[in-house]
């Protein structure tokens, strides 16, 4: 069993930064993949970010390559994005997740079972 606790969202204009943690607890969590999702009003919860077990593989959605950055501290039991060059495509509220069973970066939501409460980032233009 894992629990996932995120913070950092906030309300941000265009162009600013953000940096999401999460904060995990359990025994399982340095052995699998984490990752970032988000959901916008009026829409399903889509992939940001993803990193393996170790950290070093990570995957991510097109549209925030080259802006965000996943990271993780497992001996901390810490999960991170660090958003940069935010725009209000971005608003939603922002998930952390973690693997009970894959090991690599995965952006499919049905490969993470452990999931936040979320915390909410608002772009303005």
């Known amino acids: 069993q894992v629990q996932l606790v995120e913070s950092g969202g906030g309300l941000v204009q265009a162009g600013d930064s953000l940096r999401l943690s999460c904060k995990a607890s359990?025994?399982?969590?340095?052995?699998?993949?984490v990752g970032w999702f988000r959901q916008a009003p009026g829409k399903e919860r889509e992939f940001v970010a993803a990193?393996?077990?170790?950290?070093?593989?990570?995957d991510y959605a097109d549209s925030v390559k080259g802006r965000f950055t996943i990271s993780r501290d497992n001996l901390k039991n810490m999960v991170f994005l660090q958003m940069n060059s935010l725009k209000p495509d971005d608003t939603g509220v922002y998930y952390c997740?973690?693997?009970?069973?894959?090991?690599?970066?995965?952006?499919?939501?049905?490969?993470?079972?452990?999931w936040g409460q979320g915390t909410q980032v608002t772009v303005s233009s």
């Open positions: 997740a973690s693997s009970g069973g894959v090991t690599g970066p995965s952006g499919r939501r049905n490969e993470y079972d452990y």
């Open positions: 359990g025994p399982i969590f340095s052995s699998y993949a």
């Open positions: 990193a393996s077990w170790s950290g070093g593989d990570t």
